[in-house]
Structures are given as C-alpha cells and as structure tokens.
C-alpha cells in the first residue's frame, strides 16, 4: 500500500519535525492499542522506517519526504485490509 500526501509549503525540516511529532501523539493517543512502537530516520531526516504491533498484527511502514511530497509506503497484514480505507483517511 502506498500513501502520497502533499505537504504544500513545509519545508524539509519543518515536515520533518511535524511528522515526528504526530506519529509520538499517535503512540500516545493509541498507546492502549499500540504496543512496541519504533522509529528511525535516516540521517538527512527525510526517510524513516516506523514499525509497531497493533491488535496481534506486525505493522512497518517506511516515510519518505521527497519534493514536497510525503510518502508512506507499507504493507498491511491480510486481516488488516478490511480498515485501509480508514487507515489512509
């Protein structure tokens, strides 16, 4: 599955910040869901890999800030697919 978002303005690094910040509120908010939540960017920060469980499931999705654009690329369990729809909202 792959998610392509426009980040209009944003600079690299202001996306960078943004992007790091929402996903440390997801494990937060989701914290009752979500169990051993990891994250790595690479050095120039604008590709990182992010993996966690979720209800049994192992989930790893790999970030790309290219071009103004942000790119999430990740496959989701079989029994998972039912909520991809929701999951790209």
Do not use: C, T
């Amino acid at each position: 599955m792959e998610i392509e978002y426009n980040l209009g303005n944003y600079s690299q690094e202001e996306a960078y910040q943004k992007i790091d910040a929402f996903l440390d509120g997801l494990v937060r908010q989701y914290s009752d869901m979500i169990s051993n939540p990891q994250k790595s960017w690479n050095e120039s920060k604008d590709k990182m890999n992010f993996a966690f469980e979720a209800k049994g499931f192992d989930i790893n999705w790999n970030i790309k800030i290219h071009n103004g654009r942000l790119i999430l690329e990740g496959k989701l369990p079989f029994a998972a697919r039912l909520f991809s729809g929701k999951i790209e909202r």
